[in-house]
């Protein structure tokens, strides 16, 4: 009998160590972060980074503030540490400040931090200054469920300089339970002769905003707000701006550039375009929350995700915060493609082409990338593969603030969103919506060129001076397009028009 229970013991023990539910209960109740799946078997998984041996070293990452990012990032290094005995300073940097917090030591040849994160557009200026992704990395069980298009932003000429962490672009967020409520679509029928429907283009978009703005259309005691909008000059507004554009601009009958005119280099963000969508902003101040025009990313995100507003636009954070359990607005909302546009310019001709326009925005998003001159480069690889493990990422992308948000297969099926919660159809809904933005014939993508940060902030503090009243959205655009004039001077144009090619070709689907 001795023998007989030393045997089914030691195979109950086998079992356990191959069993990811064993995984999960060993893990997850140190690590309630992953208590929904807990430890996922793999290269990167909690059991495997507690073999790792990192006492004595210590591990320093510049990352965005909290919570965007920032909060995900700070979670992973307090539990990478506990796993491996490694120090993990991290240090939190404001988005307006990111790009310069890396690039001025790169450019000066030190590397104060082993990880910098950053967005997925810096690369052509950064990735002289990172190393490339191992290939034992490139080659894991969870990187080959990246989807390809994710794994070409993360690299430039087949080479992979950084580490995918998150998937981005921006849609429609609505409140269901007003846009589809039979109630609310008699009254607004009755008081202004239209349809109230998810809106097909910015001007409607922008008259029922202005409709539901200032009262208590919910019934919670409280004012609720026709939109929240990132719109603050430092926090990623460029983003937003590009995606009211997007329609007004992006024609598809005039391929060959959205930012510049590929052959000539010219700027086109003071086309009349450019200057529709920055019109119809400026009058979006007007049905913004109070201190709305100061709205950062954080901002949005609690804002739309706490049911304070009718719409938002911008990345999944609100999206995914509106669906969290412990939101009043839960299973009450709804995805969508951008808004399009009656007319789009077409800069061949010189006027508007009449007629529907649409164009997705591909913002890509946050990126990561491991410095050349890091002496911690094997650790540093390691912190971030455990961030994107399988069970990490599950929770992570659940939760809004977070800003982790899909970039591997398996986020676009609707059953990885109903098993934590989200009503079926909403689910469906929402990965139909990132569906349709991949299979878009007429799309833009960001910049990626050099000088990036220097267009990008050309472009934000010329719109934030007209949606302060302080420049007609002509003259500002004007003013805009001359820095932008100036930034290529300095960089040179044909720089610039080498890397601008690679984005102009897959936005022209030529790639």
């Keep these: 009998m001795k023998t007989i229970k030393t045997c089914v013991t ?3 023990s086998a079992l356990l160590v191959f069993s990811p539910v064993a995984y999960a209960d060993k893990w997850s109740d140190q690590f309630p972060h992953i208590k929904a799946t807990g430890d996922i078997p793999g290269e990167c998984s909690y059991e495997s980074m507690s073999k790792k041996n990192y006492k004595g070293k210590t591990l320093k990452i510049n990352t965005h503030a909290v919570p965007v990012m920032g909060e995900p990032t700070a979670l992973h290094a307090e539990q990478f540490a506990k796993l491996t005995g490694a120090k993990v300073d991290v240090t939190h940097t404001p988005a307006g400040d990111l790009y310069a917090k890396a690039m001025v030591p790169f450019q000066a040849g030190q590397a104060p931090y082993d990880i910098v994160f950053g967005f997925s557009n810096f690369i052509n200026d950064w990735k002289r200054y990172l190393e490339p992704v191992p290939k034992k990395y490139v080659e894991m069980k969870q990187m080959q469920d990246v989807t390809p298009s994710h794994i070409g932003i993360a690299s430039w000429d087949g080479v992979m300089y950084q580490f995918p962490v998150d998937g981005d672009r921006h849609y429609l967020k609505y409140r269901k339970d007003v846009i589809d409520n039979p109630k609310y679509q008699k009254k607004y029928k009755a008081d202004t002769g239209k349809e109230l429907r998810v809106p097909q283009t910015w001007k409607e978009y922008g008259e029922m905003a202005a409709y539901f703005n200032g009262w208590d259309w919910d019934g919670d005691g409280e004012k609720e707000y026709g939109s929240a909008e990132v719109m603050k000059k430092d926090d990623l507004m460029y983003a937003a701006f590009y995606s ?25 963000i003071n086309n009349p375009g450019f200057v529709e969508a920055l019109t119809d902003w400026v009058a979006a101040t007007k049905y913004v929350p109070p201190g709305g025009i100061n709205f950062g990313l954080g901002d949005e995100i609690g804002s739309f995700g706490g049911g304070q507003t009718l719409f938002s636009f911008s990345w999944d954070d609100a999206f995914v915060a509106a669906m969290q359990p412990d939101s009043p607005i839960n299973n009450k909302v709804g995805a969508a493609q951008l808004p399009g546009a009656m007319k789009v310019w077409n800069r061949t001709t010189n006027s508007w082409d009449e007629g529907f326009n649409q164009a997705p925005f591909f913002v890509w998003g946050w990126a990561v990338g491991v410095a050349k001159k890091s002496k911690e480069k094997e650790m540093a690889f390691d912190y971030l ?7 990490n990422h599950q929770a992570d992308i659940g939760i809004g603030r977070f800003g982790v948000n899909p970039f591997r297969n398996d986020d676009f099926k609707a059953d990885v969103w109903t098993q934590i919660g989200w009503d079926k159809d909403i689910a469906q809904s929402y990965v139909d919506t990132l569906a349709q933005m991949e299979e878009s014939k007429n799309r833009v993508f960001p910049l990626r060129v050099p000088g990036t940060f220097e267009f990008n902030a050309a472009l934000a503090t010329a719109a934030a001076k007209a949606l302060a009243g302080q420049l007609s959205p002509q003259a500002a655009l004007d003013e805009a397009a001359k820095q ?3 930034i290529l001077n300095r960089v040179g144009k044909d720089n610039v028009r080498a890397a601008y090619s690679v984005g102009v070709a897959m936005e022209d689907n030529k790639l």
């Excluded at 593969?385 to 069970?391: G, H, K, S, W």
């Design 385 to 391: 593969c455990f961030f994107a493990n399988e069970a």
């Design 484 to 486: 932008w004039e100036d």
């Design 10 to 12: 030691a195979l109950i």
């Design 244 to 268: 009211r554009s997007a329609a007004y601009s992006k024609n598809p009958k005039t391929p060959g550039g959205f930012f510049f005119d590929l052959k000539t280099m010219k700027p086109l």
